[in-house]
């Protein structure tokens, strides 16, 4: 099991960037491809970014493909996630997760996760 505590979240005006890092403790960080996931009251939790356990591949939903950026360095066990060019519909709780099996799109293929970090964007 891994342990995932993020941080970063905050109040920011639209336009303005953000960086969230997600720490993780426990088993072996590098062994696993990780992902970052979002939700919006009254929404379901969807997929933002992911990235594969050597670094060399990253995943991004098309809404914010060109603004966001993940990245992890391994000798921290920490995973990032740039986020750049806000919009208020950015704004949700942010949760990093450990990817098990499974296309990286889906909550399912994950198996640990963070509490999550509040990002609000305003207009």
């Known amino acids: 099991q891994v342990r995932l505590v993020e941080s970063g979240g905050g109040l920011v005006q639209a336009g303005g960037p953000l960086r969230l890092s997600c720490a993780a403790s426990g088993r072996a960080f590098n062994n696993y491809a990780m992902g970052w996931f979002r939700q919006a009251p009254g929404k379901e939790r969807e997929f933002v970014a992911a990235?594969?356990?050597?670094?060399?591949?990253?995943y991004y939903a098309d809404s914010v493909k060109g603004r966001f950026t993940i990245s992890t360095d391994n000798a921290k066990n920490t995973v990032y996630l740039q986020m750049n060019s806000l919009k208020p519909e950015d704004t949700a709780v942010y949760h990093c997760a450990a990817h098990y099996r499974g296309s990286y799109v889906y909550r399912s293929s994950y198996g640990d996760w963070g509490q999550g970090t509040q990002v609000t964007v305003s207009s």
């Open positions: 990235i594969s356990w050597n670094g060399r591949t990253t």
